[in-house]
């Protein structure tokens, strides 16, 4: 499964993955990159973009959603709660919602959601074979922040104790919405806030 990483501007940085289906199906989690890059990056793996999947709804995370959406159609998956008309949460239109542990299909490729809030109330994990993209809930050694609107310490602690019961392999890739890769056996090993 092709599995492609581009970054946001400064200074955010933001990561941005986008995956490519055997049938040609474009996948795009967490539309950070420039609309340009991901248009690019498709049309030269012959790729259309299907399915656009937010972890949250901050502005750093759907920097070219507009873009993308309005260029073609595509369906695209956020939580309710993180939809606004704000700085922070500016995606104010209309998306899918997920289901605790349901699955989004993708031509061969089965996308499983959690809900994790914390960073925002509307926060989620999306599990694809050994990838997990976390979005700000996990960072390598590190987690997201909560002292911004939406933001709840008690409900990311229970969300991190969440992800360690996940019933995945030590070897299952970690893919943050910031900062470096890792997996989930380094995280539970390593990072301290994984601990808790």
């Known amino acids: ?5 581009l970054t946001g501007p400064a200074p955010y940085f933001t990561n941005c993955f986008v995956l490519v289906t055997e049938g040609g199906s474009g996948v795009v989690v967490d539309p950070a990159a ?6 690019e990056l498709l049309q030269k793996h012959g790729a259309k973009l299907t399915h656009i999947l937010l972890t949250h709804g901050h502005f750093d995370h759907v920097y070219s959603l507009g873009a993308l959406c309005g260029a073609q159609p595509c369906q695209v998956y956020m939580d309710p709660a993180d939809a606004g008309d ?3 949460y500016p995606v104010d239109l209309p998306t899918l919602p997920y289901a605790e542990g349901g699955r989004i299909q993708v031509d061969e490729l089965t996308f499983t959601a959690w809900h994790t809030p914390g960073h925002t109330p509307g926060s989620w994990l999306l599990g694809c ?3 997990l993209f976390c979005g700000d809930t996990l960072f390598a050694g590190s987690v997201g922040r909560t002292d911004l609107a939406g933001g709840d310490a008690d409900a990311q602690r229970a969300s991190l104790a969440k992800i360690r019961a996940l019933p995945l392999a030590e070897e299952t890739r970690v893919l943050p919405g910031h900062g470096p890769f890792s997996t989930l056996g380094e995280e539970k090993d390593t990072n301290p806030y994984l601990a808790l």
């Open 1 to 5: 499964m092709p599995v492609y990483h």
């Open 34 to 39: 420039p609309p340009e890059q991901i248009e």
């Open 86 to 88: 704000t700085p922070l």
């Open 129 to 131: 074979e050994d990838l």
